[in-house]
């Protein structure tokens, strides 16, 4: 099908200097955990988004110097030609879908943490982190030499990163790095040239894109990252006036072929240029970057706003907000969403929810992964593409039990590689629990799992969706007439207060009570009191949904209890925490940290505190010590305890049909998998990928279990790993 001509604008190619852009989608940089360290990751994940049509596609931020080591973070390094090697695959990869290649240059001044290199990090004064408070982090305040050395760190790893064959060399002056630190007035205290006024502030970033542009700028295109407002709130509240007479100052110079702009907010980790769909919506960031098109003229603008919808694409640059559509999440969920658009085939664009798992993995120090793209990050290690399946070579008849996420992708994956598949779903519509978590409050946009598979499998001829089938019992399955069975039945909260800390149920939380709800049941419309208790033992997202929903009801007191050390502590990782708290702030949701439940009673819950019992720190004589046991309790008055305590897997079925497993052959069924939460109840992501892996291994040797994957790492003894004695590498640089 053709697009829409209104959508013609979206694939216009934009001048970028030396180099043109073939259409307006730009991947901005993104970590994910790849770096020069998983080239053959690096490079297969960013050229299945140059194959989707992303004119330009960035990297991680790539620190210019061993000075700035994020380690264990693993950002990108450009510090020697084993890293130009490296990333030359990137480049390369994306050069055969005439995508160019752009990297970010990165220096983190005082938060470098450097926990590998061990060297010691320049700044403009010599500061303490406050993003790494407690790593006791400090920047080594610059003198004359020492700025010298760092705009040569940056040229070199220019030029690095020119031999690798990028052809936007974009120079971070946001995230808190060390250009944004000398312009920051509570980073730069410094009364020499490089310091006090805002023209001095301003001269690192001018002398290093100066420096930068003269060594590279006549083959490469320079651009920037910057951000208009660091989102400080009382820290720094005059920024945004002065960052758009940064952006004035800036722009004089004439140093620039593009503007990436965004907002920031390194030091408080909350995420806002990167917010989650609960807090902020698409183009959330329009207010702190739409006056710099005006500034900046005929120099090309990239915004970010987690754009996934081309009629807001078009909206954006028609007007005159930006000229192109910067893109990292969107990218992710959907790398061919370019090419659909261009296609006109808008209803498969696979959205991303905003749920921002993709940087909790990041922020865990892991690998990238998706929710909505279970081949994310295995491209290369696992060979999977995110729009080409393999046709299996023994097309026969699967069953798959179960259409929440999990059944759902498996049944899709299974399609289209071309088996005859039936879906089977007990209720009424497909989603599994998916479509109770898209009721709660700020989650409508993860409803998007459920409708982009929903829409895919009604496209795919070979598979039969079938609602409201019941509960299915093995004699069901058995008699069915799949060759082959997949079991996705889900799994539900514990009626009973069984949960991670003591892995065994609380006395009285019984939800068959009136004043004890699982998140089911509220979500069904279970009667609530005026006083609640959610009793948290997942920390994400399902505690502080049911705590605002009470919120939201206007209940005379909500608390949140947890066991962890950090109320909603798995959105540390999704950089929603700030968010939170700042949500129980204005919502009156008070918490309680570290104690568990002891036993729900009428009127009130009885809980304890972790480090109640526990040895004693102090010897009662040498070399003996007490092991202290009280049975000291904290009391919560309450009308009702919601507990959301931990999910139990529905595997009732799979274990039917596991002891029958003799009836299998006369019954002509060859095999029983599970999948997703039937199997262990975990985070929707993993559960989507259990059911991808699972479809994709289908005719495998083993696919109840996953195959083995690329391994990237050295080998030693092998010709290219270095040797003991052997000479370190010489890196071109003056200190
Ligand atoms: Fe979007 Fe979530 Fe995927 Fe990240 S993990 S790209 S936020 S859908």
Known sequence: MARESKYDILFEPIKLGPKTLKNRFWQTTHCTGFGAERPGTQAAFRATKAEGGWGAVFTEAVAVHPESDEYPFTLGRMWDEGDVINYGHMCDSLHEHDALAGIQLWYSGCHAPNMETREIPRDPSGLPSNAFPERTVFGAECDEDDIRALLNMYVLAAKRAQDAGFDILELSVADNTVPAQFLDHRYNYRDDGWGGSLKNRLRFAIQCLTEVREACGSSSAISIRYETDDILGALSLQYFEEGLTIVELLHAEGLLDAWSVKIGDYEEWAGEDAA?????????????????????????????????????????????????????????????????????????????????????RMQQQALLSCTQNAT?????????????????????????????????ECARVLGMRGYDVHLCEADKDLGGHWKRVARYPRCAEWGRVTTYREIQLGKLKNVEVHLGVGEMSADDVLSY?????????????????????????????????????????????KATGERVVVLDGEGHFTGIAMAELMADQGKSAVTMVTNMNEVNEYTLYTMEATNNKRLMYEKNITHMRNHWGHAVLPGKIQLFYLYRDSPELYEIEPGKWNRRETDHLVEIECDTVIICTTRIPNNGLFKKLKVRKGEWAENEVQAVYRIGDCHAPRQCMNAIYDGHRLAREFDGPHPQYPLPFIRERQIWGHETYPKLGDARPVVEIDL
């Not at 909206?315 to 061919?336: E, F, H, L, M, T």
């Not at 393999?390 to 179960?402: F, N, Q, R």
């Not at 009626?495 to 939380?509: L, S």
Request: hydrophobic share 30%.
């Open 276 to 360: 989650s769909s609960r807090f902020r919506k698409t183009n959330w960031m329009k207010p702190f970057v739409e006056d710099v098109k005006g500034i900046v003229g005929d120099v090309p603008v990239v915004n970010n706003g987690r754009f996934t919808s081309p009629d807001d694409m078009i909206g954006v640059i028609n007007d005159r907000q930006c000229d192109i559509i910067g893109a990292a999440r969107p990218s992710i969920a959907d790398p061919y969403l370019p090419k659909k658009i261009e296609e006109g085939r808008n209803e498969d664009i696979r959205e991303c929810i905003g749920c921002n798992m993709c940087v909790s």
């Open 376 to 408: 994310s990050g295995e491209e290369y290690r696992r060979g999977w593409h995110p729009e080409k399946f393999e046709k299996t070579k023994d097309p026969c008849s699967v069953l798959v039990v179960g259409g929440g996420p999990s059944g759902m």
């Open 481 to 525: 007439g799949a060759d082959k069975v997949v079991i996705a039945t889900g799994a539900h909260w514990a009626t009973n207060g069984m949960g991670p800390e003591i892995h065994k149920p609380i006395p009285g939380a019984d939800a068959s009570l009136p004043n004890v709800c699982t998140p089911e049941q509220v979500m069904d419309g």
